[in-house]
């Protein structure tokens, strides 16, 4: 279920607007495409950054490209244990 809940269905994909039917993602075995398991690592990443972390991440993506993204893009995993938090 966590698949099903994680999978980009409303996000554009390189094929155009294509979703897959129901009965085609389940029999596909879909859940093991790397998007999603992409998506649930993300999803994972959120839950230990807490609000706060998440906050601090997107204010801190925000000011990199603010100032023209030089130096190191802010990433996630940075914010999970406070390292820039």
Do not use: C, H
């Not at 409303?10 to 790397?34: C, H, I, S, Y």
């Amino acid at each position: 279920m966590a698949a099903v809940k994680a999978y980009p269905f409303a996000e554009p994909t390189a094929r155009g607007d294509f979703r897959p039917m129901p009965a085609t993602w389940l029999n596909g075995e879909r859940w093991e495409d790397d998007v999603v398991a992409d998506a649930l690592e993300m999803i994972e990443q959120e839950r230990r950054m807490g609000s706060d972390g998440q906050k601090a991440f997107a204010a801190a993506r925000a000011k990199w490209a603010a100032e023209g993204g030089s130096g190191r893009m802010p990433k996630r995993e940075d914010f999970e244990m406070g390292v820039m938090a």
